[in-house]
């Protein structure tokens, strides 16, 4: 049976090859469609990306050791029969150096298009055991309103005395991917 984890909840993984499955739906009658993407930001210990190949994300999908492989980009705003889009890890092979992979969903062109998470229903973050075929292992549903946010943290795998832990984050900004970009880079990525 599956956890559900509130904001700010944390658990041990136990396991190291899983699936993370996120959803949303865009209200129906908003005006333009929506375009939610998700990024993966592999992070050292000073909060920093090593290298620019630790962003992962649509145009690069998968990591330099091979650990984390992003699935692919939903354009088509979200669906309500699943996960929207998927990130594949296999945490024995993450890089030394990494302390932290933080999961993030922006709304791609949220100013011109007056969008926002508000305007978004049904989002979650979920851990699937790749093992026993993808069974649901945790799950944390944003049940915030997020009204003015275009920008969610979901949650992050991070390591803690030599485990794999998940933590729901649920933090929300009003700022596209660039500024995550710039938080978590001290050289200028390729976009």
Known sequence: MAINLRK??????????????LGWDPNPGTGQSFDLDVSVFMLNAQKLLPVEDNFIFYNHPLSPDKAVHYLGDDRSGGSSDGDDE??????NRVDAQIAELLFVV?????????QNFGQVRNSYIRLLDVAQQDQEIARYDLDEDFSIESAVEFGRIYRRGGLWRFEASGIGYRQDLGFFIDKYSHFQVNR
């Not at 700010?8 to 499955?21: A, F, N, T, V, Y």
């Not at 998927?86 to 945490?91: F, G």
């Not at 922006?106 to 007056?114: C, F, H, K, L, N």
């Open 86 to 91: 998927m990130v594949e890890i296999d945490l």
């Open 106 to 114: 922006t709304i791609y062109d949220y100013e011109p298009r007056r």
């Open 8 to 21: 700010g909840e944390k658990m041990d993984i136990g396991l190291s090859q899983l699936k993370i499955g």
